[in-house]
């Protein structure tokens, strides 16, 4: 399998491809949106991006962890986690099968 990684000057250039706008608005555009993704998800709020998957931030409390080299116990502080959860749709492409359920708008 392929190990490559799209960055966001790949998104850009798919942008200026599909969509026509120039490479500086496109590069604006996915700058744009991924900011407002970014943002909703620091406040606290669920991005759900349809056919795709929802991002969501889940809040993790204080534990005692431990050491592997020491084995001495540990407090791990509380935290914040981002959580991904990939769509019917994104998980049938992926494996290329039929979708079990759509949820796909306009498609």
Excluded at 8 to 16: I, P
Excluded at 88 to 101: F, W
Aim: hydrophobic share 40%.
């Amino acid at each position: 399998m392929d190990q490559r990684t799209i960055t966001r000057a790949d998104l850009s250039e798919a942008v200026f491809q599909e969509v026509g706008l120039s490479r500086n608005e496109s590069a604006d555009l996915v700058e744009v949106i991924l900011a407002e993704i970014a943002g909703a998800l620091a406040r606290g709020e669920t991005v759900k991006i349809s056919s795709f998957g929802s991002f969501t931030v889940r809040d993790k409390g204080q534990r005692i962890g431990r050491n592997p080299k020491t084995g001495q116990e540990v407090p791990i502080l509380p935290r914040r986690v981002l959580v991904f959860r990939a769509s019917n749709v994104l998980k049938s492409r992926i494996n290329n099968t039929a979708p079990t359920t759509v949820d796909v708008e306009g498609e």
